[in-house]
């Protein structure tokens, strides 16, 4: 589901809870490669539940950002996603995009919950080269205050974007370009972020439902501080591994556990489909798949195959893309930005 245009770069930018990542892609080549990654974080609490609390921060931090790249008028594609965002597998009447571009929008009122006059629409036929007479779609709508927003927060901060995208089409995009062997049989694509946990579970290499859970890397943050008593500085650095602690590993298998039990309801369809038919296997990223010994405990609990995504995995990086920071170590985070760059107007 990638989309490759003609500008010889872009840059992907997501706007994270806890951290603002921007991943620069060069496209002048035979294939992708990364020229650039940065990362600066976020004041706690500065975007709460997917809300910006504080736009003139967060307008400044991406500003700041860009000015110290040098990236002042580069092709800019953001992403927006959340409770705001649906994503769903319909079927219609079989007929010609031109045709269902212009009925999409009556579909949709059977199926989005919100006012069909507030939200973005758009869609893809799944099987355009069937012949029975219906046909599968895959629906998004989001809202368009949420599109709107993005777009005059991005302005604020001097950038004009070229695409808003939808953060699970961007994950899966990146995914699909590192992962390929993963487009068959039916795997979850797990993203644990900061303050939100994102699953999208796909069916032979199309995403077939998005759902997320109200857990992110923050809960074993905010666990480590209570039960253990540590500072934040401490429990940060237990969190991205610099440090041990006492009790840690309980603290992750709660959280592997919770992680799970929603990927288990994510995935309860696949028992009212034909036999055969069950998660094959799981690939985490996000900043909270970092945490350590948490793709072991997730593996274990849901007694599947469960591997750490490397969004580097078959795209190249130039040797100067980041002095900053261990490009491996970060590797989970940069996921969505990469899938975000790697989409063009």
């Known amino acids: 589901m990638g989309l490759f245009g003609r500008n010889r770069t872009s840059v992907g930018l997501d706007i994270g809870s806890g951290f603002v990542k921007i991943v620069e892609v060069s496209h002048s080549g035979d294939q992708p490669e990364v ?19 504080d736009y003139a921060l967060v307008s400044d931090t991406v500003s700041g950002l860009f000015q110290e790249l040098g990236l002042k008028g580069a092709d800019v594609v953001s992403g927006v996603g959340g409770h705001d965002v649906i994503i769903k597998k319909i079927e219609m009447d079989r007929m010609k995009e031109s045709d269902a571009r212009e009925v999409i929008r009556w579909e949709a009122e059977q199926h989005v919950p919100f006012d069909i006059k507030s939200v973005e629409l758009d869609f893809q036929i799944l099987d355009p080269a069937g012949d029975e007479p219906r046909m599968e779609v895959l629906l998004v709508a989001a809202k368009r205050e949420l599109v709107d927003n993005r777009v005059a927060l991005l302005s604020e901060a001097g950038l004009s974007p070229s695409v808003i995208d939808v953060d699970a089409f961007a994950l899966h995009n990146a995914f699909e370009v590192n992962y390929p062997e993963a487009m068959e049989g039916i795997v979850a694509l797990v993203n644990v972020g900061h303050e939100v946990t994102n699953v999208n579970i796909l ?62 309801r994510a995935a309860a369809f696949l028992m009212t489909r034909s036999a055969g038919d069950e998660l094959g296997r799981i690939y985490l990223s996000g900043g909270g798949a970092r945490i350590p010994g948490m793709t072991e405990s997730l593996g274990r609990r849901m007694g599947v195959e469960t591997h750490l995504v490397n969004p580097f995995e078959r795209v190249p990086v130039s040797p100067e893309a980041t002095t900053e920071f261990s490009l491996e170590d970060a590797a989970p985070m940069l996921l969505l930005p990469l899938g975000l760059a790697l989409r063009q107007a």
Not at 35 to 53: F, K
Not at 210 to 228: A, K, N, W, Y
């Open 35 to 53: 020229t650039r990654v940065a990362m600066r974080p976020l004041l706690p609490d500065t975007i709460v539940e997917g809300e910006i609390m």
């Open 203 to 264: 069916d032979n290499g199309v995403p077939i439902l998005t759902r997320d859970i109200p857990f992110g890397s923050r809960r074993v943050r905010e666990d480590l501080q209570r039960e253990r008593g540590l500072t934040a500085e401490q429990a940060e650095d237990a969190v991205q591994g610099r440090d041990e602690v006492a009790g840690m590993e309980a603290l992750v298998e709660t959280a592997a556990d919770e992680v799970a039990v929603g990927i288990e």
